[in-house]
């Protein structure tokens, strides 16, 4: 899943895709290093991020996802908590709709029950302005999954159907570096939910703090955290810079297929 913001204040890439043109350049690009999903947001949800008006965050998606549909069928997933965005990206061809809220805010389960598209579910506490004031875990691992649990079953009870729903477990988003540490070391323990995993770690802090990078310089960090993630049995991984993950998920994958013939 490659990752297109089409925000001014994005952590790594803010600004860079705010003109429809770019912004389709962009994905198109993406597509063809071998992304399946283009995933679209129009809000940054980056720490201590405020919200964004939902005219302004509709002005900012609808024209890119209306325009890239023009040239191309890839997938397009929606990184929305906006109700209105969802029924009106559905319109328009969106394929997923992913919510770092999970759906929490008023209307949005309803929204997305009635556009029938798969969804994502991601763990946060509390907004992405508060959220790394809220970090005390006991289990991080079993609370993450706790909570992911209870949510998956709100959305099925709501009508969404169990085999459209993915989960996220919010890397960086209420966690220090140790609980994202931990919650990729044993990944695979949510695996037991039944759902798809969706993970996203590119150029986070997570990766900084470990390398002692900047954004832009976090990559080569970001490729090794999301091979990780895979080994692990994440499904879809969300990323900035598609062609060197591409890569080494086809030599990891070579190797996984060799080892099942001896």
């Keep these: 899943?490659?990752?297109?913001?089409?925000?001014?204040?994005?952590?790594?890439?803010?600004?860079?895709?705010?003109?429809?043109?770019?912004?389709?350049?962009?994905?198109l690009q993406m597509a063809a290093?071998?992304?399946?999903?283009?995933?679209?947001?129009?809000?940054?949800?980056?720490?201590?991020?405020?919200?964004v008006g939902e005219q302004e965050e509709l002005d900012r998606v609808l024209p890119v996802l209306e325009a890239l549909r023009k040239e191309s069928n890839v997938l397009v997933s929606i990184d929305t908590s906006s109700p209105k965005l969802m029924l009106e990206a559905a319109k328009l061809g969106a394929n997923l709709?992913?919510?770092?809220?999970?759906?929490?805010?008023?209307?949005?389960?309803?929204?997305?029950?009635?556009?029938?598209?798969?969804?994502?579910?991601?763990?946060?506490?509390?907004?992405?302005?508060?959220?790394?004031?809220?970090?005390?875990?006991?289990?991080?691992?079993?609370?993450?999954?706790?909570?992911?649990?209870?949510?998956?079953?709100?959305?099925?009870t709501a009508g969404i159907a169990q085999e459209k729903i993915l989960l996220d477990p919010g890397f960086g988003f209420?966690?220090?570096l140790p609980h994202n540490l931990t919650l990729l070391?044993?990944?695979n323990r949510l695996l037991?939910?039944?759902q798809p995993l969706l993970v996203g770690m590119s150029r986070k802090r997570m990766l900084g703090e470990i390398t002692g990078k900047s954004a832009l310089e976090r990559d080569a960090a970001g490729l090794a955290a999301h091979l990780l993630a895979a080994q692990q049995g994440a499904s879809i991984l969300r990323v900035h810079s598609v062609v060197g993950l591409k890569d080494a998920l086809q030599v990891w994958q070579a190797v996984q297929q060799a080892s099942s013939l001896t």
């Design 1 to 27: 899943m490659g990752i297109l913001n089409v925000t001014p204040d994005s952590f790594s890439d803010g600004g860079r895709y705010t003109l429809v043109n770019l912004a389709v350049q962009q994905a």
């Design 33 to 51: 290093e071998g992304a399946a999903f283009i995933d679209i947001g129009g809000e940054s949800t980056r720490p201590g991020a405020e919200d």
């Design 97 to 156: 709709l992913n919510d770092v809220r999970s759906f929490t805010r008023e209307g949005a389960l309803e929204a997305a029950v009635a556009t029938g598209l798969p969804i994502c579910i991601m763990h946060m506490r509390g907004e992405p302005s508060s959220m790394q004031q809220q970090t005390d875990y006991v289990d991080v691992v079993a609370e993450v999954k706790h909570w992911l649990s209870h949510r998956l079953q709100a959305c099925i």
């Design 174 to 176: 209420a966690k220090q």
């Design 185 to 187: 070391a044993n990944l």
């Design 192 to 194: 037991s939910l039944g």
